[in-house]
């Protein structure tokens, strides 16, 4: 017989995902056909038993009973059998349900499973001397399967509260726990089972088993201040029984863990915006029994916008990896293949078929108008906002948004086939819209505007770190946000507003010309729509983009496609929307 021993936590931590798994979801094929049973064994066994069932189509089973009992649906190990653990009390046949066609079938078996009724206990003379808390331990003795509870006692006061143990498995004459813990510096142990009419407690052993008691320590914090989504090292003793980790009472990610060191990811959109300063790092283990608080706090801080930079090529028709469009909530520019799938999929399930569509069957009713019988308010604000580069006419660049019309995506060889729409497909061009609403209105370099001034210089200098109804108030009465008038807006911003002095022709990939780094508000409209007559209605987020380089090189120059055309750009983006949105 093997002796009783302490057991590492990484064979614990196994035995857990072996045992504790209620369903194994390996692929099975799937029939339409009802499950059958027809054996199982064994016909008895003490409650916990592992039953195996055969039959036909068990891979559909749902749920088990034994009797009117639900059991453990343990393994499905194939289509064939399936392994049950007798969790109930009562004997009964097995029954399984199962759902086809969306109908509620069961399967019977034709013997019954009867239950036996043991008495388990401990092998006193297999009782260690020493464990460790938190960590394994396995328990020997007599009929063992049936424990329904393993406790601890504390040795030198047994009329202390016993502490429940985590039960891991059980085998016959065996059961696996976590130790739990204990103030105590010995225990002794105890077990429940059923007896066929009621739960009882076995005798307490006689022998104890002393506690060792191993705590971590944190020596070092890689920082005490870090951004949502970095990370932190912490190095210590002991760390491997931290089982969760906190900062300011929230859960953070553990991404690798060892006795020496734990490395820790701070989770996004947990922590609120801004410098969350006073956050108290805490290490929970021995089963979040016992906290350790590092002594100094921490900050979290979190961008109340989103800032990015990225280059973008005009139109892009050719085949290959170009990246045309610019997404303003991940600041950065986006391949022209993701457009189906990632940059506006909206769009692509409306595409039109006719190489001479109307607006009909289009994401827009009219340009920058919301086709409220095809697109939903969740479809709509499933679409992240974004811009691309155009040819707006002769010796002038556009940033367009695609809601602005519906000619000004089939530039870029826009087709579709079986419901997705393709860019860079030669000799192709689809009329298309895209979502959502976006519309540009400039911020003029040479104005007198001392808050038109002011954003352009916290933009140009990369020091404007918020965007809300506290520095952009929108007064739709005065047509104003943040102070600034808004009396007209466009779908399309050209070249001669954010660059201006650019020729056909030429390259310049640094602008730092005052004439040159042009500023652009970036305005995202709600569901309701906008409104022409006054822009400051409707409006759901708003952000800037500045143009930091730009390079205008015709189409077909030189014979090559895409459009040589290049604006890289920076973005600063509202997180929050206006909340409520105004009208």
């Not at 409650?47 to 749902?62: A, C, K, M």
């Not at 696996?176 to 739960?199: C, E, H, N, R, W």
């Amino acid at each position: 017989m093997k002796n009783i021993r302490a057991i590492t936590l990484f064979t614990v931590v196994a035995a857990m995902l072996l045992y504790g798994c209620k369903e194994d979801l390996s692929y099975i094929p799937v029939s339409n056909d009802p499950p059958s049973i027809e054996s199982f064994s064994p016909a008895e066994g003490p409650v916990f038993s592992q039953i195996t069932v055969r039959g036909t189509n068990l891979n559909l089973v749902d749920t088990a009973y034994i009797g009117n009992q639900r059991v453990q649906l343990y393994r499905k190990v194939s289509s064939q059998e399936l392994v049950l653990v007798a969790t109930g009390t009562v004997s009964g046949k097995i029954r399984l349900t199962s759902t086809i066609d969306k109908k509620s079938v069961e399967s019977l078996s034709e013997g019954t499973f009867t239950y036996t009724y043991v008495e388990p206990s401990i092998s006193e003379s297999q009782i260690p001397a020493s464990a460790e808390v938190g960590m394994g331990l396995l328990l020997m003795g007599d009929n063992m399967i049936a424990v329904q509870k393993v406790y601890t006692v504390d040795a030198a006061n047994p009329s202390a509260t016993p502490v429940e143990a985590t039960v891991v498995s059980r085998e016959m004459n065996e059961v696996l726990i976590l130790v739990p813990y204990t103030d105590a510096a010995a225990v002794k142990f105890f077990v429940t089972y059923y007896d066929g009419q009621s739960y009882l407690d076995g005798e307490t052993t006689t022998a104890s088993t002393a506690m060792t008691v191993h705590r971590p320590t944190i020596s070092t914090l890689s920082s005490t201040t870090v951004d949502e989504n970095g990370a932190v090292s912490i190095t210590g003793t002991y760390l491997d029984r931290v089982n969760k980790v906190t900062i300011g009472g929230l859960q953070v990610e553990v991404t690798t863990q060892a006795a020496a060191s734990i490395n820790v990811k701070i989770p996004v959109d947990v922590f609120p915006d801004g410098s969350n300063t006073d956050q108290q790092l805490t290490l929970e283990y021995f089963q979040s029994a016992q906290q350790l608080n590092y002594p100094t706090l921490m900050t979290v801080n979190v961008p109340e916008i989103y800032k990015g930079s990225g280059t973008i090529n005009g139109r892009a028709r050719g085949l290959g990896v170009f990246t045309s469009f610019y997404g303003f909530k991940l600041g950065r520019a986006l391949e022209n293949s993701t457009y189906s799938t990632q940059i506006d999929p909206v769009c692509c399930a409306h595409v039109v078929e006719s190489s001479s569509s109307t607006w009909s069957g289009l994401t827009c009713s009219a340009g920058n108008t919301t086709n409220k019988t095809i697109v939903s308010e969740q479809d709509y604000f499933s679409v992240e906002p974004y811009l691309f580069l155009q040819s707006t006419g002769a010796g002038v660049l556009g940033l367009s948004s695609a809601a602005n019309g519906n000619t000004v995506l089939r530039n870029f060889y826009f087709t579709s086939s079986g419901g997705n729409c393709v860019l860079g497909v030669p000799n192709t061009n689809k009329n298309a819209s895209g979502t959502p609403i976006v519309m540009f209105f400039n911020l003029p370099l040479n104005s007198a505007d001392t808050k038109i001034q002011s954003v352009i210089t916290a933009v140009r200098n990369n020091t404007l770190n918020k965007i809300g109804p506290d520095n952009f108030a929108i007064d739709t009465e005065n047509k104003t946000i943040g102070g600034i008038s808004v009396t007209a807006v466009a779908g399309t911003i050209s070249s001669t507003n954010w660059a201006v002095g650019m020729t056909i022709g030429q390259t310049d990939n640094n602008l730092v010309a005052s004439s040159k780094d042009g500023v652009v508000m970036v305005i995202h409209y709600d569901y309701g729509g906008y409104e022409a007559a006054n822009p400051t209605k409707g409006i759901y987020k708003i952000g800037f983009v500045h143009v930091l380089g730009c390079s205008y090189v015709p189409e077909n120059a030189g014979g090559a496609e895409p459009n040589g055309s290049k604006v890289t750009l920076e973005s600063f983006w509202q997180k929050r929307p206006y909340n409520p949105v105004q009208y």
